[in-house]
C-alpha cells in the first residue's frame, strides 16, 4: 500500500492567470506536497516578472536547491540560462526525475504549469525523436519572418501549429525541422511515448530511455473560470507586470541575449514590448498587444487542455482538495 501511495502524482493546469499557483501551494501545504514547474518560460532566469514567479527564498537541502514560496519547495523554477533553451525531450527528462526524487522522500510530486506539450510528455512519457540540429536548414528558416513560419506550419501539421503560440519561431522551426527530416506531422510523432521505435534519421538511433518516464500514477486537476474573470485577470497582471517594471525586465534581456533571442522573441511580453523598444509603436500600444495575445494564448491553452477527458476541472480549492484526497485515497 505504501508503494502505491509514493508512486501517485498530481498535475495543476489551466490557462495563464487561472490560480493554478495560489491553488498548487494550498494543495500541497494540506497534502505535503512539493512543486515542479510546467511553464516553459519559468524556467529561465531573469524572467521573474514576465512569467509571475512569486517572491520567494532559495535553500539549499543536501543536494538539492528549491524555491521557498508560502513554505512549499518549488523547483525548476529560474533554473537554467536564456542563453541555450532546453528543450522538450531535455525538459521531459529531467521533470520526471525530480518527481521520481520527490516520491522518493515520501512527499507528493506536484506538477504544475500552462504549458501543455509539457505536462502531457512527462504524464504520458510523450518524446519528440531523435532528430539532430540541421544548420542549413535553420539558417534558411531563420530569414523568414515569424508568420511566414507560422503559415508554413500550418500547411504542413495544422494540429501542432494549433497548439503553439504563432509568435514562438524557436517551437515553429523545431517543428518544421523534425517534419523535414522525418517526414511525419510533428504532432503524430509526440503521441509516440518514450522507448517507442522512431523512424531513422540520419543513421541517429534513439537515445530516449524508458527510465526517463515517470512510472506513476498521475491525477490532472485543471482549474475553471469563467471566460470573462479569466480575461478579467489577464488585463489585471499585465498592468501589474508593467507596473512591476516589466519593460526594464525586457530591455535587461535584450542586452545580454540581443531582440532576436529566443527568449524575447518566443516570449509573450516580451515579444510585444520588443516592437516598442525598437519604435515601431508607443508603450501603450505594447501594453494592449500583450493583453490581446495573452487572451488568445489562454484561449489555445483551454482547447489544448479541453481535449484530455481525463483533467478533473474544479472552480475551487475544496473541490480540487475532495479531488485529490479521493485519488490518494484509492
Known amino acids: ?13 489551466g490557462p495563464t492567470a487561472s490560480g493554478k499557483t495560489s491553488l498548487s501551494i494550498a494543495l500541497a501545504k494540506e497534502f505535503g506536497g512539493e512543486i515542479v514547474s510546467a511553464d516553459s518560460r519559468q524556467l529561465y532566469r531573469g524572467t521573474t516578472i514576465c512569467t509571475a514567479i512569486p517572491e520567494g527564498e532559495w535553500r539549499s537541502f543536501g543536494g538539492r536547491r528549491a524555491l ?12 537554467y ?3 541555450k533553451m532546453i528543450t522538450m525531450g531535455q525538459y521531459r527528462e529531467r521533470a520526471a526525475w525530480r518527481l521520481r526524487e520527490i516520491a522518493s522522500r515520501k512527499k507528493l510530486p506536484m506538477l504544475v504549469g500552462g504549458t501543455g506539450l509539457y505536462v502531457r510528455a512527462v504524464v504520458d512519457g510523450f518524446a519528440v525523436p531523435p532528430v539532430e540540429p540541421n544548420p542549413e536548414l535553420r539558417a534558411r528558416l531563420e530569414k523568414l519572418d515569424t508568420g511566414q513560419l507560422y503559415s508554413m506550419l500550418l500547411d504542413r501539421d495544422q494540429a501542432y501549429a494549433k497548439s503553439i503560440s504563432p509568435n514562438n519561431k524557436r517551437y515553429i522551426i523545431r517543428a518544421l525541422e523534425v517534419i523535414e527530416a522525418t517526414g511525419e506531422r510533428f504532432s503524430e510523432l509526440q503521441k509516440r511515448r518514450v522507448g517507442s521505435d522512431f523512424p531513422a534519421v540520419g543513421g541517429t538511433p534513439p537515445s530516449l530511455k524508458t527510465k526517463d518516464m515517470w512510472r506513476g500514477d498521475f491525477l490532472q486537476i485543471g482549474v475553471e473560470l469563467p471566460r470573462e474573470e479569466l480575461y478579467r485577470r489577464i488585463d489585471a497582471r499585465v498592468d501589474q507586470m508593467i507596473a512591476c517594471g516589466l519593460p ?10 540581443g531582440w532576436e533571442a529566443p527568449i524575447i522573441a518566443g516570449t509573450l511580453g516580451y515579444a510585444q ?3 516598442h523598444f525598437l519604435g515601431e509603436y508607443g508603450l501603450d500600444e505594447a501594453v494592449r498587444l500583450i493583453k490581446r495575445d495573452t487572451r488568445h494564448y489562454a484561449r489555445r491553452q483551454l482547447i489544448w487542455l479541453r481535449r484530455d477527458e481525463r483533467i478533473r476541472w474544479v472552480k475551487s480549492i475544496k ?8 485519488f490518494l485515497e484509492r
Open 273 to 275: 514590448l520588443r516592437g
Open 248 to 257: 526594464e525586465e525586457a530591455r535587461r534581456l535584450a542586452r545580454r541575449y
Open 1 to 13: 500500500m505504501k508503494r502505491a501511495q509514493l508512486e501517485k502524482a498530481v498535475a495543476i493546469v
Open 319 to 326: 473541490e480540487a482538495a475532495s479531488e485529490l484526497r479521493r
Open 81 to 83: 540560462s536564456p542563453a
Open 68 to 79: 521557498m514560496i508560502e513554505g512549499v519547495s518549488h523547483y525548476m523554477l529560474a533554473a
